[in-house]
């Protein structure tokens, strides 16, 4: 079945630090994926998404590109923020599913001024 | 423009009253409605999903249970609550189709004492 296995955390890293978050999966078909973030105390958020293969999703100047070949959607973003700490969860939509979403184990990043 | 909404937001029950759960969504038709529950610090368990009205499945067994009675409202419900169902509660929606995600709402934080 399908399933999104991300990197366990905590992720702790310095303001102005380079992040990844790694996340692969394992789908039939052309899955759609998902980046979702989660401040304290608040619901999911959408971040970016990726439809097919080689597209490339992104916001808040976070990036994630859909590689088909590694069956990976990895998160990115250069220069991370204080206000960037929150919990990250990677997911995806299976073609043969109805609309539900598979979604990763979380991943919480903290980031230290 | 579409918005969802959760309430209450948080919730204090002694362990064997009722629960009742309320989702509304605005601004879309025949939409997918989704509940899930994340307990501390641990990611998220899809615990029901409709793709209509009184077309409820549940994904995995337990204590509590899901209605539709109208095409944009979603209410997770209990008899009696038990300690363990403790946790966030989170309200999700999505068109049907895979690759647009999901939208959450803000969560109701239930703590059973």
């Known amino acids: 079945g399908n399933s999104v296995t991300q990197m366990e955390g905590p992720v702790t890293l310095s303001e102005e630090a380079f992040l990844t978050i790694n996340c692969t999966y394992t789908a039939t078909g052309y899955p759609s994926l998902f980046w979702y973030v989660q401040y304290p105390g608040e619901g999911l958020q959408l971040l970016l998404k990726?439809?097919?293969?080689?597209d490339k999703g992104s916001n808040k100047g976070f990036e994630a590109t859909y590689r088909k070949e590694t069956t990976s959607f990895h998160l990115e973003k250069g220069s991370v923020q204080v206000s960037d700490s929150a919990v990250y969860f990677c997911?995806?939509?299976?073609?043969?599913?109805?609309?539900?979403?598979?979604f990763g184990q979380g991943t919480t990043l903290q980031v230290k001024p | 423009s579409q918005t969802i909404h959760q309430w209450p937001a948080t919730l204090v029950q002694p362990v064997g009253s009722p629960l009742s759960l309320e989702c509304t969504v605005e601004?879309?038709?025949?939409?997918?409605l989704y509940w899930y529950r994340q307990a501390a610090g641990r990611g998220l368990q899809l615990l029901f999903y409709?793709?209509?009205?009184?077309?409820i499945s549940s994904e995995v067994p337990q204590n509590l249970s899901a209605s539709r009675p109208q095409d944009r409202q979603f209410i997770l419900s209990s008899k009696k609550l038990l300690l363990s169902d403790s946790g966030f509660y989170l309200c999700a929606w999505n068109p049907d189709r895979g690759d647009y995600g999901y939208t959450f709402g803000s969560g109701t934080r239930l703590t059973v004492v």
């Open positions: 997911a995806l939509h299976g073609s043969s599913n109805t609309g539900k979403l598979i």
């Open positions: 601004g879309t038709s025949n939409p997918n």
């Open positions: 990726a439809t097919k293969a080689d």
């Open positions: 409709s793709v209509g009205i009184g077309q």
